[in-house]
């Protein structure tokens, strides 16, 4: 409840903060000498991108009783920012509308708590990720007013994580699918474009895999046994350059 809690509230924040920055853009009264004024009309422009991020893992549990009376619910209740970096690659197709090609890496970790239900004895464990991801986005952008240009994305990310380890409580799968929702602005400067971007992205997959063959401790068999499915989830802040 409490990770939840404190989710939203970085949304809130981080989305009036953006409203305000595109507020401002779409409302500036005096117009300005345009800096790089034909960059959007290019088909294809390239750039490269630095971030930070939010994990989160989305777990729904069963009441799955062991054989000795132990009910264990599971939670994430705590993250840590984690960052990426990748490269641009975006196509132009209409005065408004953009194909964006923009292979990255991704490193954080997420901390999911186990709690027994009598007891309160916990158990913590701690997933890494390192995930390789070529996210496919659609940028719909509006008129340019002197060098600000507020847009609206939306696409897919299908990711694969490097870092999955075995033989833990929980094993994740390596493969997932994020949808992708966001907002930003193109800042146009004299000798390049900056843009700050806002996305949140939601996993498609249930990651919890169920089939623990690797593991050699049987009695870490109640956590898995305990959870029915987890979705990942991420909130991202990119910086591009182009």
Same mark, same amino acid.
């Given at each position: 409840m409490q990770t939840r809690n404190v989710l939203c509230s970085v949304k809130r924040v981080l989305f009036i903060t953006l409203t305000i920055l595109l507020a401002t853009c779409a409302f500036a009264q005096k117009r300005k000498v345009q800096n790089r004024p034909y960059i959007d009309q290019r088909k294809f422009?390239? /750039?490269?991108?630095?971030?930070?991020?939010?994990q989160d893992l989305q777990l729904?549990?069963?009441g799955f009783i062991t054989a000795d009376g132990q009910t264990w619910f599971a939670d994430t209740p705590e993250y840590s920012p984690g960052f990426n970096i990748g490269v641009l690659g975006e196509f132009y197709l209409t005065n408004h509308l953009a194909f964006r090609v923009i292979p990255s890496l991704y490193f954080g970790d997420k901390t999911v708590v186990f709690k027994e239900q009598a007891t309160g004895e916990v158990h913590r464990q701690q997933i890494k990720s390192s995930y390789i991801s070529v996210p496919l986005n659609l940028k719909f952008s509006s008129e340019?007013?002197?060098n600000y240009r507020?847009?609206?994305?939306? /696409?897919?990310?299908?990711?694969?994580?490097l870092g999955v380890k075995r033989r833990n409580a929980l094993l994740m799968k390596s493969v997932d699918c994020y949808i992708e929702l966001g907002l930003g602005c193109d800042f146009y400067l004299p000798f390049f474009k900056f843009i700050p971007e806002l996305k949140f992205c939601f996993g498609l997959s249930n990651l919890i895999d169920k089939d623990r063959t690797d593991l050699t401790d049987l009695s870490l068999l109640k956590f898995t046994e305990s959870v029915d499915k987890g979705k990942s989830r991420m909130i991202v802040l990119t910086f591009y350059f182009e």
């Open positions: 422009h390239y /750039g490269f991108l630095i971030g930070m991020h939010t729904v549990n069963n340019r007013f002197n507020p847009y609206l994305m939306a /696409g897919i990310n299908p990711v694969y994580d």
